[in-house]
């Protein structure tokens, strides 16, 4: 991996969620992404496909019943999608693929282990990154507080899909107005 890319920062104004966990460095999951889609609903999960109705003979208690199960799972997800961003706050964050400094309204120890959901839009894509990272520095600005954070168990593909997400930011392709 190239070095420069872990010191390249961006800043930008981001939806994210912080919370703090109660485990240690060893048990920390990987971090991953969550894919939400855009625009065409058909894309956005597997269970929702156009609605293929019998050819020939028109059973209409098939057909409402396919179209039942078809707004469930639209239901479904527009219920889910809501709940991953209720979660989330706009906040201005200064961005690397090693880590990230975010001003918080609370502090977290040194050491510290943090799950950190960001939510990525783009007109192409919606994703949510679930993010682990450890805190390195925790330092009181007023009523808030300034956290620096250094991302961990991140593979490569990870890395570079944080890269990306950088590059586009950069460009102005992508982030919460």
């Known amino acids: 991996m190239n070095e ?9 104004r981001l939806a994210v969620g912080i919370h ?5 460095l060893i048990s920390c999951p990987d971090c991953s992404v969550k894919e939400l889609g855009v625009g065409d609903v058909s894309i956005t999960s597997p269970s929702i496909t156009p609605l293929a109705l019998p050819k020939g003979n028109l059973d209409i208690e098939k057909s409402l019943e396919l179209l039942h199960k078809k707004v469930d799972a639209i239901i479904k997800l527009l219920s889910e999608k809501e709940d991953v961003e209720a979660d989330l706050k706009k906040m201005s964050v ?4 090693s880590g990230m400094r ?3 309204p609370e502090a977290f120890p040194e050491n510290s282990i ?9 007109s ?3 994703c949510l990154y679930k993010l682990y990272g450890k ?8 009523s808030q507080w300034e956290t620096g954070i250094r991302f961990i168990n991140m ?14 930011l950069e460009r102005g392709l992508e982030g919460v107005n």
């Open 4 to 12: 420069q890319r872990n010191f390249h920062r961006i800043n930008a």
């Open 20 to 24: 703090l966990l109660d485990t240690d």
């Open 94 to 97: 200064s961005l690397s693929v």
């Open 102 to 104: 975010v001003v918080w």
């Open 114 to 122: 943090l799950q950190i959901n960001l939510l990525r839009q783009a």
């Open 124 to 126: 192409q894509r919606k």
């Open 135 to 142: 805190i390195v520095r925790s330092v009181q600005i007023g």
């Open 155 to 168: 593979d490569h593909w990870m890395e570079n899909e944080i890269a990306n997400f950088l590059m586009n």
